[in-house]
């Protein structure tokens, strides 16, 4: 099993991102500067590019969202 294979198999998992910053009334140069994580890389985590960050980058930004990095998506 190569990482393409994983890739096409979690074609169905959502991102929470963009809701959970929604609600909470954050933005994205907001969260940028709380994390130290660039802006692309919280607009990835915002969509379905999401499957292709590091469990490293979601838990930096589930701590910026003061979330648990499992309520950053749904599979």
């Known amino acids: 099993m190569s990482i393409y ?3 096409s198999e979690t074609t169905g998992i959502t991102s929470n ?3 959970i ?3 909470k009334k954050i933005s994205i140069v907001a969260l940028s500067n709380e994390t130290k994580l660039s802006t692309k890389i919280i607009e990835r985590a915002r ?9 490293e980058t979601l838990a930096i930004i589930a701590k910026g969202l003061n979330v648990k990095i499992v309520e950053l998506f749904d599979e």
Do not use: H
């Open 5 to 7: 294979d994983i890739r």
């Open 21 to 23: 910053m929604e609600e």
């Open 47 to 55: 969509t379905n590019q999401i499957k292709l960050c590091k469990l």
């Open 17 to 19: 991102v963009k809701r």
